[in-house]
DNA sequence: CAAAGAATCTGCGGTAATCGCAGAATTAAC
DNA sequence: GTTAATTCTGCGATTACCGCAGATTCTTTG
């Protein structure tokens, strides 16, 4: 459900290699991966299984999702009373929200959301005012995605 | 540098559900999808190839930036004069911006940063508002990611 | 410091997946 | 209806993956 958020693992110089390998492509084999660390093929493969098992990495498919019938996206700024962690955690569970952040500054999070229509995004948009805790929120609908990357280990 | 953007391509049902079992593992291999699918390894993986060639899909590790010495992360809303996408573009160049969406509402556009530090996010702000066509920003320090998920092909 | 314990690594054999290609089948274009 | 283009299947040859046993390194503890 909440994944990444636990306590910090050390990842050592090779653990980060191996990152940034897999941040450029996610299909690359154990083999590659071994022979560009300097390491055999099965501590190579014990090493992404572990990063994976931790939660530390995640290797998945990323797509626009304009292409593949999702049509209507937006990012939600919400405004709340209380614990902001706890209405975020409650936003998490909201099928349509894929991303959900605690900020400083004059939302307290930051809510990005799918939808398949702008009737579906309106239903989102009622279901999250609607959460207890929410005092107001702000949306702004996607016109364009300009840039979407992940490897900022490799710069 | 920008993928993902341009004209929208067909994708028939089996395309999708081979986007969903990659939203679910990376790594899964092109005789299991194939199976899944109804197709040959061969097909299959034909289709995954062309997936990734036309930039519909990537398949890529993606991390908790601050599991990684990424320790600063912020959403920076923007206002701009003159045409979004240019300065949206412009954004799209900069190393520490990792995510760049064009939207209608306050903020003419919504900018992801990746910093190390505090001194570092200042430092791509600054940046930020001395890009020509800027006329305002504000920022949104993260302090903790809630939720973070790829797979809306699978629900 | 020495010894026990835990973690991590190498090497390797058996199995499974990947790759490239030739030809068939399907789909699209005219 | 014919041509062209795309997509699929089948199948060797090659390569990668997996699990494990034993060696090595790192950590803990008396």
Redesign the interface.
């Known amino acids: ?5 636990e306590g ?2 050390r ?1 050592d110089a090779t653990a ?1 290699r191996i ?1 940034e390998l ?6 690359i084999s154990y083999a590659a991966i071994a022979k560009a660390v300097g390491l055999s093929e099965a501590a190579a493969r014990a090493r992404v299984q572990k990063l994976l098992d931790s939660d ?15 049509t209507r ?3 939600i ?1 919400v405004r709340t009373e209380g614990d902001p ?1 706890k209405v ?2 409650r ?2 569970l909201v ?13 307290d ?2 809510v990005e959301v ?1 939808c398949e229509d702008d009737p579906h995004l309106l239903d989102v948009i009622r279901q999250i005012r609607e959460l207890e805790g929410v005092v107001s929120s ?16 490799t ?1």
């Open positions: 459900m909440c994944p990444m958020t910090t693992v990842l980060k990152i897999l941040q450029e492509d996610g299909r530390v990495m995640q290797v998945v498919a990323v797509t626009d999702p304009t292409q593949v019938g999702f996206q937006a990012m700024g962690m975020g955690d936003l998490a099928r349509e929200v894929d991303y959900v952040v605690t900020t400083a500054g004059s939302f999070l930051l799918v702000e949306t702004f609908v996607y016109l364009k995605l300009n840039k979407q990357h992940y490897n900022w280990g710069r």
